[in-house]
């Protein structure tokens, strides 16, 4: 099992080390700069659940690596489409592609790129940064790696990802319905990452004022009902089981979009709450509080240079 990592940012660094230090043949597909940071410094996981160091296989060019299994996509977004012509040559050499992005609409794009058959599910759900000197820094316990086939076809590989990444220091899971999966996380972090960010509270900042909590339950209701008629059915009792999820957060946790609104980075509100604005004028269905989420973040997505 050979593993292309693109992008090694805070959860393709993080992830990617993983695997590597599972013994997994892992090399990352970086842009210049990270190359020769990578290059000299090498790569450090800082992280609760053990640190580790080592010197990765870096490339900058797709030419560089023969061929692969597994392509994982960690970039953020926003950078999705700049890595489509990166990724093709090595998608044309029989690699899957396995996107880590928040969200799903990213799967409408690399499947008109490269067809159906090339582009598994899979998401992440982790508390990761990259530090200044390019550190993956790990601060909570959680450190989960979901992926699973899309098309019947697409089991074996992901069978075989499985088996090689077995060792690895994450939980590491072969899902059966990733289509759904991809949407629950999806459902969740659109309303959890939105009332954040669009109220500039942690999760407990938003739980302790009534109609602020109820903000955040009408957005998970709705993107309850476009779960359902984007064929992701999710339990009648999601919404208030997510809530109660939440309430258990620590204090201060809040999502990584209203951390990069802290740093005045550039978020992924097209790609979440804009996706579900687009998807539910489709379906010809109305998302109030998610569209009025959309409306208030949608000027902070690009910050002012
Ligand atoms: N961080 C977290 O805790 C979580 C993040 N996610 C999701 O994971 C995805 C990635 O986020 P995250 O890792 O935090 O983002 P980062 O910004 O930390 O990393 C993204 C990396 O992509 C690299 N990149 C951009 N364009 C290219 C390109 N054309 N070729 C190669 N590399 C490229 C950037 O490198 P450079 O600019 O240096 O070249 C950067 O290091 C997002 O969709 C996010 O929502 C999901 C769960 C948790
Ligand atoms: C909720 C969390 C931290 C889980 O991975 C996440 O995906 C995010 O905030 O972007």
Redesign the pocket.
């Known amino acids: 099992m050979k593993v292309v990592v693109?992008?090694?940012?805070?959860?393709?660094g993080y992830f990617g080390s993983r695997l590597a230090e599972a013994g997994v043949d892992v090399t990352f597909?970086?842009?210049e700069?990270?190359a020769a940071q990578l290059r000299e410094c090498g790569l450090t996981v800082r992280s609760v659940q053990g640190d580790y160091r080592y010197t990765p296989q870096v490339v900058t060019d797709a030419a560089e690596v023969e061929a692969c299994d597994v392509l994982v996509v960690?970039?953020?977004?926003y950078?999705l489409s700049?890595?489509l012509s990166?990724l093709k040559p090595l998608v044309e050499r029989g690699a899957k592609v396995l996107p880590?992005?928040?969200?799903v609409g990213h799967l409408d794009l690399l499947r008109a790129e490269f067809g159906e058959a090339a582009v598994l599910g899979g998401?992440?759900?982790?508390?990761?940064?990259?530090s200044e000197q390019g550190d993956a820094v790990h601060t909570s316990p959680t450190h989960e790696f979901t992926f699973g086939a899309l098309v019947p076809e697409q089991e074996a590989v992901c069978e075989r990802l499985l088996a090689a990444g077995q060792g690895a220091n994450i939980n590491l899971n072969h899902s059966q319905a990733i289509y759904r999966d991809m949407w629950q996380k999806y459902l969740f972090i659109t309303a959890f990452s939105g009332v954040t960010t669009a109220s500039r509270l942690s999760i407990d900042g938003v739980m302790a004022h009534p109609p602020t909590r109820e903000v955040l339950r009408r957005a998970l209701t709705e993107m309850h009902t476009l779960a359902g008629r984007k064929g992701a059915v999710m339990p009648d009792d999601l919404v208030e089981k997510l809530m109660t999820y939440m309430d258990g957060f620590p204090a201060g946790a809040t999502s990584?979009m209203h951390q990069d609104f802290r740093k005045g980075l550039p978020l992924?509100v097209e790609s979440l709450q804009g996706v579900a604005v687009r998807y539910a004028d489709e379906e010809g269905i109305d998302l109030p509080t998610v569209r009025t989420l959309y409306g208030l973040l949608v000027p902070h997505a690009t910050p002012a240079a």
Do not use: M, P, Q, W
Request: aromatic share 2%; hydrophobic share 40%.
């Open positions: 693109v992008g090694a940012g805070a959860v393709g597909l970086v842009r700069k990270r960690a970039v953020k977004n950078h700049d890595t990166t880590l992005l928040n969200g998401y992440c759900n982790i508390i990761v940064t990259l990584s992924e």
